[in-house]
Each structure stands twice: as C-alpha cells, then as structure tokens.
C-alpha cells in the first residue's frame, strides 16, 4: 500500500475537485445535437446579403442531418459534429425589381475540415436573376461561413461550460497567470480576495459585471420572473418559480437552482449552478436593478464560480441572459411601433 501522498497521482483523494472525476482523468461526454440545432438556426436563420446586384435574406433551416458532442478527457475537450444542412434564400433584383429564390446546401460540416474549406453550394430556382444567385456565392457565402463560425465558437464555450473541473495544479497555475496579466483589478476581473471555498471545497471566483438595458427596472425584473419571458428570451422551455425557495431551471437543464430572495424591481438573489459543475456546488448570484433615466443598470454579482469556469460562465451571462435580453427589448419595441 502507498504512503499518504504517494501512489499514481490520477487517484489522489485530496485532489479531486469534484470528488469523483479526480484531475479530470476520466471520460466525460455531453450530447449537443439539440443545442446545436437551436444554434445552428440562431446564427443562419435571416442573414442579410446585399450588393450591388440587389439584396438576399437567407430564411428557414430547411434540413437539418448529423449531430454534436462534446467530450473532456485527462483535462482537455474534444469536440465532434458532422451536419448535413440546407438553407433557403430569397431576393430582390435591384434594378428590375424582380424576386427570386433558391437554396444553400452545406452537405459535411465537420471537425475534419476548416470552416473556409467547407463546401458550401448555392443554387436558384427557373428562371432569370443569376445576378442574385453570384451575389449569394460571394458576399452570401462569406456570411454563412461567419454564422459557423460563431456557432462553432458558442459549441467550445457556451455548451461546455464546466465541464473541465480544476486540481490543485491547475488552480495554482491559472490564478498566477492570471495576477501576472490582470494588474489593476477592473469590475470584471478577479481580485485575490474573491478566491472563496463553497460547496464541496474547491477554489472560486467571484465575477462582477455590470449591463444597462432599455427598459423599466419594473420590465427588466420581469424578464427575470416570468416564465414566458425566460422561455422568450432562453428560447428554451423553463421552470420559474419566482418565490423565495423557488426552483429555477433554463438552457435544458443546463443551468438550474432556486430563488432566495426577491425584492420587486429592485433585488433578486439566487443559488445558480452549471449542470456539469460539481455535485451540489452553487454559486449565489445577485442581481441589484438600478433606474437610470430611462434605462436600467443591471449590476450582477456571482459568488463561488469554479476557478476553471470563470470565463465560461461569464460569456454565458454576456451571451445568453444579457444579449438575448437586448435582443428581447428590442423586438418588444419594434413590435409597439
């Protein structure tokens, strides 16, 4: 039997950052088909092409073929799709008016290629408008190429987020990179009396950020506690329960905890986790809305975050909750005018 503290370091007890996945060693896999799908549609559906020629918008996501995954092993993520997608375009000819219509077929999608070498092949429908048709082979392709782009990028961050869980090791070395590149501490930067020990003692962070919206701060707490709002704004089914000891459930389960305390327009604190963080870790989310002469400052606080998921969760607050609400507000508005 080896002594404390020697012995095959994959099985060292003391650390296991969740007490069970020691150092990240073992297989870990989180299906992302249905994320991606949503996804997929987010960042192709209502591309606009204009040009000289006149102007295309790419509508639905006709079909959709393949599938996504995301697996962590010895601390590193893999990720893996294939999809068989195709688009469809209308326009508009600018000197006769004329409208037109076609497909975009991107028949393998995959990690086995680059995102420019992806064979994407447009087509149109009888009849005039080739202008049309060379407008969505150029200027179409390149904005189809950028809207993979981003969904590639929102599968490596947004979908994974905590699924690389820290060790001793890993800790050490990020928090020192990390004083060495932050200097000055900003709003939204860790500051070395955030490092905390919550839950089941691993390091945390604490996150500040800050975000004006336009609207009401009556509007902005509803967004936060109405389930047609959250399901409007998460483009997902929710579980809202706005009462203290409340359940609250979003992205598919992805993320998920409880109301602790709601102050009407003014304070709303949670326990928040990520699915794929450690067994019973919360962090405790408050989020404090202060009027702004026509607007509201949304100031968010975020306690005991896993120090591996810091930036992970908070490009989920900055990409889905904050964005989305922005996007939300503004159709509100359109829609009133």
Known sequence: MAKWGQGD??????????ATNVNNWHWTERDATSWSKRKLKEVLEGLVVEGEAGRCEIGGLKHVEGEASCNSRKGKLIIFYEWNLRLSWKGTVKESGEKHKGSVEIP???EENEVDDTEINVSKK???GDVLKDLMKTEGTTKVREALRDYLKA???EFTLGMILPTKSSVGQELTMEHKLSGNTTQDSVSPQSLDTVGVKIPTVRILMREVFSSSADELYSIFTSKELVQKFSKC????EAEK?????????CVSG???ELVPSQRIVLKWRCRSWPDEHYATVALNFKDVVAQTELQLECKGVPVSSEESTRQCWKKQYFEEIHILLQQSKDSMD
């Open 245 to 253: 000891g409340g359940k609250l459930q979003m992205f598919e389960g």
């Open 155 to 157: 599968l490596k961050t």
């Open 258 to 260: 409880e109301y602790t």
């Open 108 to 110: 393998n999608l995959s």
């Open 126 to 128: 009888k009849g005039e």
């Open 9 to 18: 370091p994959r099985w060292i007890v003391e650390e296991r950052a969740d």
């Open 237 to 240: 089914p929710a579980v809202i």
